[in-house]
């Protein structure tokens, strides 16, 4: 943060990586504070590039003079079992509808991805918070 320039809004957004539009909800979110819409996009776009449309948070901080600095998350641990699981969505009533199964090794990857995010302090403690996850969308684990 440059000497002198106060935040005036932190903004927390999901839009996927490499193809974000200024539609809602960035547009309007953004637009609210006075940042530079078509700027934001494209920087955001050229840096999530190997995402690939998937789902990602970002925090944007909105300072003072209009100018932002934003930081992009891991995806949502939801986003990451649908992908790993092959599913469209999760289920409606997880605990007796069974959608579709992740094994252990892939919880441990999710869980080494969002280890940044996460409030775990080992990996173990990550893993249980990614099966917690699954366990409320349906889908089971194997080993």
């Not at 776009?45 to 925090?59: E, I, K, P």
């Not at 092959?86 to 959608?99: C, F, I, Q, T, Y």
């Not at 992740?102 to 775990?120: H, I, P, S």
């Not at 080992?122 to 917690?132: K, R, V």
Request: charged share 15%; aromatic share 4%.
């Amino acid at each position: 943060m440059a000497k002198g320039k106060k935040i005036t809004a932190t903004i927390k957004l999901q839009a996927p990586g490499g193809q974000a539009t200024p539609s809602p909800p960035i547009g309007p979110a953004l637009g609210q504070h006075g940042v530079n819409i078509g700027q934001f996009v494209q920087q955001f776009n050229a840096s999530t590039t190997q995402l690939n449309g998937m789902l990602v948070t970002v925090v944007i901080s909105v300072y003072s003079d209009r100018s932002f600095t934003y930081e992009v998350k891991s995806p949502p641990a939801a986003v990451l079992l649908k992908d790993a699981a092959g599913l469209a969505k999760g289920s409606g009533v997880p605990h007796r509808e069974k959608v579709g199964t992740v094994t252990q090794a892939q919880v441990r990857e999710m869980a080494e991805r969002k280890m940044a995010d996460l409030n775990a302090t080992s990996t173990e403690g990550a893993m249980l918070q990614i099966a917690g996850t699954a366990r409320s969308m349906g889908i089971d684990i194997v080993d």
